[in-house]
């Protein structure tokens, strides 16, 4: 497991690091790539993830581009519940290639068994090439005193 050391904890990796790997499908390909994380998951904390990615792809030389920035998104059936949060990043040399990471609000380790409803409507966003729904928060009808 090479998700988080942990404190106190070094692990021997001993699997190869993906991220090369999706770094040569975002330049040389017209691959899609999705990677999600239940934002309360205890054995790959999204945060962690959040920060390899976002650190990985470098956009300071404008190889890769931010396609969309760091945002919630919704269900789309309710633009006022939050699904997650989503970014993505596009080469600039590739027409379709684009890679997204999700993270699924409430969600631990199983996302499909944790939340059903946001499992689906995140695969069926990739699957159909579609953005993912802004969410919207909820305006208050209370007064502050």
Do not use: C
């Not at 070094?10 to 699997?15: D, G, S, V």
């Amino acid at each position: 497991f090479s998700g988080d050391d942990g404190a106190g904890f070094h692990y021997a990796y001993t699997e190869r690091d993906v991220l090369p790997i999706y770094r040569d499908a975002l330049m040389n390909t017209d691959m899609r790539v999705l990677v999600y994380n239940g934002d309360t998951d205890p054995g790959i904390n999204s945060f962690r993830t959040q920060d390899k990615y976002f650190n990985y792809f470098d956009t300071s030389n404008g190889d890769i581009n931010i396609d969309e920035d760091w945002r919630p998104w919704t269900l789309g059936t309710s633009h006022h519940r939050m699904g997650g949060y989503v970014t993505s990043y596009r080469a600039r040399n590739a027409s379709q290639a684009q890679f997204h990471f999700v993270t699924i609000r409430g969600s631990g380790h199983m996302v499909p068994e944790n939340k059903p409803p946001m499992a689906l409507a995140m695969i069926a966003n990739f699957l159909g090439n579609n953005e993912f729904p802004i969410y919207e928060a909820p305006h208050s009808s209370r007064r502050r005193q």
